[in-house]
């Protein structure tokens, strides 16, 4: 299971800080993804980091504002957003997969999502 949270209303310019704590799998051998959906768009990744080696993936529109990191024994993945945009507005859902994938079909497991809301 994954559970995502850290999300609310922010004035743009600001910054948030999503957590997605991971339980029942074992952590350390999946990749984790964030992604998000805004109302009316589809549902695009945002950012992702591997299992063991560290290597991340941003969406290019988050290149240098977001920032992904893990706590392997806490089970957990964070998701530092800075500099926050109101096209950042989305419902943000992390997901567990066996490989570092931008592909939303190849995660297992997901969370619920969490509401980021950045006013302008």
């Known amino acids: 299971q994954l559970q995502a949270f850290g999300g609310g209303l922010v004035q743009a310019g600001g910054s948030l800080r999503l957590s997605c704590a991971a339980s029942g799998f074992t952590f350390d051998d999946y990749a984790i993804g964030w992604f998000r959906q805004a109302p009316g768009k589809e549902r695009e990744g945002v950012s992702c980091i591997s299992s063991s080696d560290g290597s991340t993936y941003y969406l290019d529109s988050v290149k240098g504002r977001f920032t992904i990191s893990r706590d392997n024994a806490k089970n957990t993945v964070y998701l530092q957003m800075n500099s926050l945009k109101p096209d950042d507005t989305a419902d943000y859902y992390c997901?567990?997969?066996?490989?570092?994938?931008?592909?939303?079909?190849?995660?297992?497991?997901w969370g619920q999502g969490t509401l980021v809301t950045v006013s302008s």
């Open positions: 997901a567990a997969a066996s490989r570092l994938s931008v592909k939303a079909v190849e995660y297992r497991y």
